[in-house]
């Protein structure tokens, strides 16, 4: 039986409620996370705090545990369900109290924390790689904050799902900054590139592990803008996420990337990340230089 934390609390998954007047049911307002656990380990867990933390500050609402505080609640709670290879989701909304725009007071947060079993990559998928498609971003100006507030990620994933697709890779003002659950990199004349940060895309832990094993291991990287033509172009597409990993996109807009298989940097950058995966398992976090 699956045991998740909320408020203080562990205890199984059908004994956990939430009122009907919790602000993140009625207005989806809150925050979330997800973090990777590899051997029982939290992977990036600082990191994964660090943008909890940024995520809390601006929608204005305190964070209800220290770093340390935190770190214990959510080990106990993966060792409470098995330890393992699992993907963590952590959500904290505003609480509950009467339907109003704006802010209670006197409110307590509600905080719920669950795990479930994280499988790896599927062998036909590091073979063939997934296809993407381009839509036009529907969404807000502040897409850095890591909100439960989704229905236009779902709606424009959706979209991909019914074309067959992995993935929506989003388009605003002639720039393609990032997919509907996920972050973008391209290979073009042998470096790989992905859109600098900003408010208009999710700062990723996957998506910085990956520029830093990058420069560890002397590949030729940068952030820099990315344009719809410049994706056609590219010989290589990837998706990273921290449940997806690092995704070969193969098939773009119904037509081949490169040469319609995953690449070589893609197959490089995949056995570094899965050795510093690895690393975690063993040794517990480590720099990746």
Not at 45 to 68: G, K, M, V, Y
Not at 245 to 252: A, G, K, Y
Request: glycine share 8%; proline share 6%; with cysteine.
């Amino acid at each position: 039986m699956a045991i998740v934390y909320l408020n203080g609390e562990f205890l199984p998954v059908e004994q956990a409620c939430v009122s009907v007047t919790d602000r993140g049911f009625i207005f989806g307002d809150g925050v979330y996370e997800v973090i990777p656990v590899y051997g029982g380990r939290l992977f990036r867990l600082e990191q994964h705090l660090d943008r909890l933390a940024c995520s809390l500050a601006a929608i204005r609402l305190d964070n209800p545990l220290a770093t340390e505080e935190w770190r214990q609640c959510l080990q106990e709670l993966v060792a409470r369900n098995g330890d393992g290879d699992q993907s963590l989701y952590l959500q904290i909304t505003r609480g509950a109290a009467p339907r109003d725009h704006a802010f209670p007071k006197d409110v307590s947060p509600t905080v719920y924390a669950a795990t479930s079993p994280l499988k790896p990559m599927a062998a036909e998928v590091a073979e063939q790689g997934v296809a993407a498609i381009t839509l036009d971003d529907i969404r807000w100006q502040r897409c850095d904050i890591k909100a439960i507030t989704l229905l236009a990620n779902i709606l424009m994933r959706q979209r991909a799902v019914e074309q067959g697709a992995a993935e929506a890779l989003l388009v605003r003002d002639g720039l393609v900054n990032e997919g509907a659950a996920s972050n973008l990199f391209m290979v073009k004349d042998g470096v790989l590139v992905t859109p600098p940060k900003g408010p208009l895309l999710l700062p990723g832990i996957t998506r910085d592990l990956v520029l830093e094993l990058a420069a560890a291991e002397g590949i030729a990287h940068r952030e820099a803008a990315i344009t719809p033509a410049d994706l056609q172009a590219a010989e290589e597409v990837w998706l990273t996420s921290s449940t997806r990993e690092i995704l070969p996109v193969t098939h773009l807009d119904q037509r081949p990337v490169g040469n319609g298989r995953p690449g070589p940097l893609w197959r490089r950058m995949m056995r570094l990340y899965q050795d510093y995966k690895q690393g975690v398992r063993e040794r517990g976090e480590a720099p990746a230089a």
